[in-house]
């Protein structure tokens, strides 16, 4: 079982930036694909960006050219640069490791982007 902590959201206004971080414990990090999803009360979680062991990402077509993920297997750590944000973006942010079918999460970080 993966332990994920996530830190980095807040309050900024539109068009700032703010990094996330997840930290990872508990297992080998480096074999695990990472991800970012976000999810709104009442609506549904929406995987924001992932990256893969070997460093592939791929992002949601609404965060494209605004975010990036990032991993650092030293630190046993996953990012997620968001750059140009949108009240839309408004949401918590939960950290996912995943490996061959298994997964955990953290227990979220609240990003709220004002107009």
């Known amino acids: 079982q993966v332990q994920l902590v996530e830190s980095g959201g807040g309050l900024v206004q539109a068009g700032g930036s703010l990094r996330l971080s997840c930290a990872a414990s508990g297992s080998i990090f480096s074999r695990n694909v990472m991800g970012w999803y976000r999810q709104a009360p009442g609506k549904q979680c929406e995987l924001v960006a992932v990256?893969?062991?070997?460093?592939?990402?791929n992002y949601a077509d609404s965060v494209k050219g605004r975010f990036t993920i990032s991993r650092d297997n030293a630190k046993n750590t996953v990012y997620l640069q968001m750059n140009s944000l949108k009240p839309e973006d408004t949401d918590v942010y939960y950290c996912n490791a995943d490996y061959r079918g298994t997964g955990s999460w953290g227990q979220g970080t609240q990003v709220t982007v004002s107009s």
């Open positions: 990256i893969t062991s070997g460093g592939s990402t």
